[in-house]
């Protein structure tokens, strides 16, 4: 009995991991094909970043959460794909490109590109006051007070938190998160 | 082997209560032990549970950033908790995401790469606890957990329980057979007492002794009972002691009894041997002929001597035959014992004539009589059988000379008969010619031929008168008429008119009753009367004759009786004048032929009845004479 049972489970787990394997090429939500690009990831990142942090009560008002994408058309292009149907914090995502920093308003998440390299303390500035998570591309975004930077770890994608830019917010965020997190202080 | 029922009370009380506290002990421990596994297998799931949840809410961010570092890092607590041999978190896919296991030598050996599985489960296989968790995120499931446990501890747990409660069991045991042998006495020994004291009873056949009685329990109750029943026994004892003693006086008594009966009895028996010895001579030595057949088969049982003789066969021949073959009709069987029940039933001690063939088919006329006897419960039918041939013969004899003699009576009749008729003729001529010889010649021929012819004249009247009486006596027999319905009133009437002159001349009283009207001959009972009265005045006495005419009915019959005062008859005579010419007087006396009375007698006897009379010599006589109602025969 006990042999026959082993017998099944062993078939049973090939035939369930060939099917397994099948599936996620189907199943993926990233990709269309293969595996999913940088970008992809990152976008879902973001989106899972948005579930891990508190916002104050006060910023909790609007109709949406919204995601705000500093001059990174590709990528905003990408995350509105990503987060599409999405909810967080029980509200629908909106995405909003912004291309002049006086622009920047009524965000709760600011995703910035390579691009605003130069910006930074202004962008940082408004973000601090909002308070706007603001997640950021470059190197040494963390060190220079950014709260959460993208930063590849071998073939992973890892990112960095800055916890003292994150209190300074006064944006509430997961343990969970943190204990994912290369910390920066 | 000895079996239960047959051990002793002892053994069993002692094996019984260790039986029941095993038993019940056994139960405790076993329920025990099942619910020690539930509730370890519970335990166990909630444990796993507990491990799962913990482990899924730490990994969830592992699993949403694809960290599996991290995610192992959340199984590593797990090494504290040595029954946990593998663990796993697969992603959403199925696929394998992190992994633990408790001997990194086997890592990933049982653990699967991919999970169909997709909701909360556990199993228990054959050592292992198997669960499944999923890992939830915002009411999303975003991966699996995996955690297999061995359930060695619980069995090293059971064994330790086992030895636990056989130790007990074994202690439990001891208490129980040391108890119960100390309680068992409690039970036993009254027991074994009743059982001593009732061995002691049946060995000795000593009923006064008792049992004692220790409690108030069944075995007390059991004990009184026995007791009772032991009195009963004692007094039944003595009563049959005494019965017997009753008993042997009354066998001797009756010894005494049978012995006098014995006596008596042997007594009769000789009694009846001499009787049987009696009988069976008189029945050998009877000069009948005696059968005895059954009478419902005819079967003959036993003949005499006389039977042999008579059918000419031996006794042998006989006995056991049909007594058929005695008869020589040719009735069948059936016809046969018919007729001879019909005999047997109907005819019992009547004389029955039949005949009997001889061995030599001879036949011979026998008479029998035959009675039915009991004989020994069987009805059997015993006949006589008497010789009649010679007899018969005489019979057949004395037949033929009677007929004879009627015949040639007849004849002498016819000739009397005829020869007074014809007598009448040539007398009628001599008396009127030697009455006119007289007449004429009278004194013409001499005195002495005067008187000669008056001697033939009063000769040939005689002689007319003589043959006139003759004549009515042969008519008597040869000329009767056929009887008729008379009235003998009036044929008295006619006689008495006849008679007239003569009465008148005697001045005779004739008394007569009311006589009856019978069948007969009227003719011949005018006669018969006119003698009678005639002779009645004929011989009177002195005395003026009185005549007295009575009749009375006696069963058939009717007697006529006709009395007178005259001058009787000497006894022995009485016969006499009934006889044809027999006087007792002298014609010069009274007149007559002699024949009144004959005439009479012939004339009763034709109507078949008797004549007889009662007289003494001078007290009158008295005739007596019977007509059967139903006339005379013809």
Redesign the interface.
Known sequence: MTKFIKAFFKYGLIIALIFSVCLSYSNFTFAEEGQPTEAQVKAAFIYNFGKFVEWPADRMGGKYFVIGVYNDDDFAQVLTEIVSGKFLHEKPILIKQFSRIEDITGCHILFVGYSAKDYLAELLNRAYKSPILMVGDMQDFANRGGMINFRMVGNYMRFEINVNAVQKTGLKMSSQLLKLAIVIK | MVHFKDFSIKKKVVRLSMLVSVFALLLTSTSFVIYEIVTFRDAMVRELNIYADIIGF?S???L????PM?AEATLKPLKTKPHVILAGIYKK???IFAAYSKDNAIKGLHL?????IQTDEYRF??TNLVLFKRIM??NEQIGMIFIESDLSEMWIKLGRYAEIVIGVLILALLLAFLISSRLQKMISAPILHLVATANDISEKRDYTIRATVESQDEIGTLANAFNEMIDQIQIRDFELQSARNGLEIQVKERTKDLEQEITVRKITEVALRDSEDKWRRLFEESYDAIFVADSSTGEILDCNYAATALIGRSKKELIGQHQRILHPHKDSVEQFTETFQHHATDMQDQVLETQVITKDSTIKDVEIKASIINLGGRKVIQGAFRDITDRKIAQEKLKFAMEELARSNAELQQFAYVASHDLQEPLRMVASFSELLGKRYKDKLGKDADEFIGFIVDGASRMQRLINDLLIYSRVGTRGKPFQPTDFSSILGQALVNLGPSIEENEAIIINDDLPVLLADEVQILQLFQNLISNAIKFRSAERPVINITTRQESDKWIFSVRDNGIGIASEYHDRIFVIFQRLHAREEYPGTGIGLSICKRIVERHGGNIWVKSEPGKGAEIFFTIPIQGGNV
Do not use: K, M
């Open positions: 730490n969830v961010s592992a949403i950033f694809d960290d991290s896919n199925g696929q699967p790469q991919s999970l169909q296989e054959e995120y915002e």
